[in-house]
């Protein structure tokens, strides 16, 4: 389960945003999760739940916002959101795609006090 380590890193990131900022406490923290992250965000939610006890984030809570995959054709130049993993144009069928977006996961927001 990576996720605990993720869980782990993400605090240590909040921690240290916290402290540069002079914060006393982490009220919400916001992500993005690509869906071909490879991070489950339910099992991450949870590794997040028992890590944060003790830290600045021992009452945050986690938001996470799934990120569909955005791709762009290369046949036909359009760029798509595709809402499963079927790696197929939308607008014209073809398989030759660069994904643009979809694929990590990132810190967005830090609501701190």
Known sequence: ?????????????CEQNAEKNGAKKV????????????VEPHYLQSAFD????GSICDSAKLTINLQN??????SCNKENELDKNEFLCPNCGSNELDVIDGEDMMLMQLKME
């Not at 009220?27 to 490879?38: T, V």
């Not at 028992?50 to 006890?53: D, F």
């Not at 995959?69 to 290369?74: A, D, G, L, S, V």
Request: proline share 0%; with cysteine; aromatic share 0%.
């Open 27 to 38: 009220n919400e923290i916001i992500i993005k999760i690509g869906r071909l992250s490879g």
């Open 1 to 13: 389960m990576h996720e605990l380590s993720i869980a782990q890193n993400l605090l240590t990131l």
């Open 50 to 53: 028992v890590c944060k006890a």
């Open 69 to 74: 995959i955005i791709i762009k054709c290369k």
